[in-house]
Nanobody
Framework: QVQLVESGGGLVQAGSSLRLSCAAS????????MGWFRQAPGKEREFVAAIGWRGTNTYYADSVKGRFTVSRDNAKNTMYLQMNSLKPEDTAVYYC?????????????????????WGQGTQVTVSS
């Protein structure tokens, strides 16, 4: 059974940092793209960041570019999201996602339907 488990969320003040982790089990994703999405109350789920299987290709939403960094450790089957300079508008439930197929095109990275497996989410709350 494939599982993605996020951790590292919490309540922080604006300007603080958090590091989210997404641990995969049940199969390896070392050859697949993975991504982070988030959903704020009353809003639709939106793309945050994604990373190719090698870890060298990364993609970010404009709203987090320069503040967030996505990375992965294929040996640990784990993806990370380092979030710096957090803002109240970053408050959301953060989900990690993984793609079943080993192939992906650049336009597919920020599309939620490109991913087949999802975690249960971790809450990030940033107070002003």
């Amino acid at each position: 059974q494939v599982q993605l488990v996020e951790s590292g969320g919490g309540l922080v003040q604006a300007g603080s940092s958090l590091r989210l982790s997404c641990a995969a089990s049940g199969r390896t994703f070392s050859s697949s793209a993975m991504g982070w999405f988030r959903q704020a109350p009353g809003k639709e789920r939106e793309f945050v960041a994604a990373i190719g299987w090698r870890g060298t290709n990364t993609y970010y939403a404009d709203s987090v570019k320069g503040r967030f960094t996505v990375s992965r450790d294929n040996a640990k089957n784990t993806m990370y999201l380092q979030m710096n300079s957090l803002k109240p508008e970053d408050t959301a439930v953060y989900y990690c996602a993984a793609r079943r197929s080993t192939s992906i095109t650049i336009p597919q990275y920020p599309i939620s339907n490109s991913y087949d497996y999802w975690g249960q989410g971790t809450q990030v709350t940033v107070s002003s």
